[in-house]
Every structure is written in C-alpha cells, then in structure tokens.
T-cell receptor, first 120, second 112 residues
Framework: GAVVSQHPSWVICKSGTSVKIECRSL??????MFWYRQFPKQSLMLMAT?????????EQGVEKDKFLINHASLTLSTLTVTSAHPEDSSFYIC????????????????FGPGTRLLVL | DAKTTQPPSMDCAEGRAANLPCNHS???????VYWYRQIHSQGPQYIIH???NNETNEMASLIITEDRKSSTLILPHATLRDTAVYYC?????????????FGQGTTLQVKP
C-alpha cells in the first residue's frame, strides 16, 4: 500500500514551452501533497505544499507564477512548469500525506518515483 | 535549514549491521524523527519514524536517546541493495500539514 505515481517519468522539451507533471496517490487519499526539486548531487529542496481545494503554499524563492500547482482531487496534484528554460532542468519529486486513519495515518509522507525534466 | 547533522558518508560490509547516526540537538517536544533513503535516481523511500521510544519494523530499527538529541538508524543485515543516501529529518507533520526539510544525508556504501 501507500503508492504514489508520477507521470511522465521523464520529459524533454524545448525552451519556452510548458510542461505538466502529474502526481497521483494510487491507494489512498491525500489532502496534502508536496513538490520537491533535486539538482544533480544535491539534496531535495521543497518547492511548495499543495492542499486539495485551495491555493498552494510556496517556499521562499520559488516563483508561483512559473511553477503552477493544482490539487483538484484527493488523489491528484499537478505541477506545471511554465515557459521552461534550461535552468529548470531538474528531477521533480512529489510526496503525499495520507488522510488520518488511511494507509498509515497522517504521520508519514510517501514519495513518487520522480520526473526528470530536460529543457533544451 | 535542516535541523539535523549526519556524517556525509559511511561504509558497511555486506551482511553486517549498518549503524547510521544523527544529531538533532534542537528537536522540539512534538517533533518526530523520520528516516528516509534515496537510491540513485529514485524518489525517497520511507524507512521508519519515532517520537521518543525505540521503534522497529521490517526494514530497520530506530534508537532514540533519552534526551532525544540524537538517534541511530540500524539496518541489521546490510545488503548491496541498501546502498543509498539516508536522510534523518525532524518534523511535526501535525494537523495534516508539516514539512520534511532534507539535509545532505549520509551516503551509505555497502561493500561485498
């Protein structure tokens, strides 16, 4: 149980285009999901907290107009990288926090496998 | 900033126990200690968490000192597949919110 998927697993796009990444909790519901970014040989950096039915909360220094987050249901959050540039190339990872009482309770985040983005 | 301190790297012989230390001297009373690991090019994998009591599951054991200022993750019989970066994180994760702030972690290399 407690499986999180991401789609696509990797994507290559041209500079200036937008890319959408999906994060799904497959066997549990999550009111809260998180988006991270990881550059090569670095640790994960939290970008934003996504709450179902409300606006996302962005970490300091993360441009909310560039990284659009939508959390329309209890099992799906999407991250759209708008007008992507080569410096946006990175490994994007989501995590989901189960609703209390489901799939291990509210105390554990479960991570997706990540999406590798390459902007040419 | 991460609130934990971990050694940057450790080696362990296959079949032996791997003991990964973590210092969290500024931990608050309502913060849990979480351990995750990340195998190369994959998303982090949850290992274990605890508040103040020692915990054990099918993957590992977590030993938390009585003053809660440090902890040790124990992999009882390390295999080559346990080679990964191990992250120790303190967080409340209360009220369906809370964040996991990742530090640099410990790169564990299990050697044959």
């Amino acid at each position: 149980g407690a499986v999180v998927s991401q789609h696509p697993s990797w994507v290559i796009c041209k500079s200036g285009t937008s890319v959408k990444i999906e994060c799904r909790s497959l066997d549990f519901q999550a009111t809260t999901m998180f988006w991270y970014r990881q550059f090569p040989k670095q640790s994960l950096m939290l970008m934003a907290t996504s709450n179902e039915g409300s606006k996302a909360t962005y970490e300091q220094g993360v441009e909310k107009d560039k990284f659009l987050i939508n959390h329309a249901s209890l099992t799906l959050s999407t991250l759209t990288v708008t007008s992507a540039h080569p410096e946006d190339s990175s490994f994007y990872i989501c995590s989901a926090l189960p609703i209390p009482g489901l799939a291990g309770g509210a105390e554990t985040q479960y991570f997706g496998p990540g999406t590798r983005l390459l902007v040419l | 900033d991460a609130k934990t301190t971990q050694p940057p790297s450790m080696d362990c012989a296959e079949g032996r126990a791997a003991n990964l230390p973590c210092n969290h001297s500024t931990i608050s009373g309502n913060e849990y200690v979480y351990w995750y690991r990340q195998i190369h090019s994959q998303g982090p994998q949850y290992i274990i968490h605890g508040l103040k009591n020692n915990e054990t599951n099918e993957m590992a054991s977590l030993i938390i000192t009585e003053d809660r200022k440090s902890s040790t993750l124990i992999l009882p019989h390390a295999t080559l597949r346990d080679t990964a970066v191990y992250y120790c994180i303190v967080s409340t994760l209360s009220g369906n919110t809370g964040k996991l702030i990742f530090g640099q972690g410990t790169t564990l290399q299990v050697k044959p």
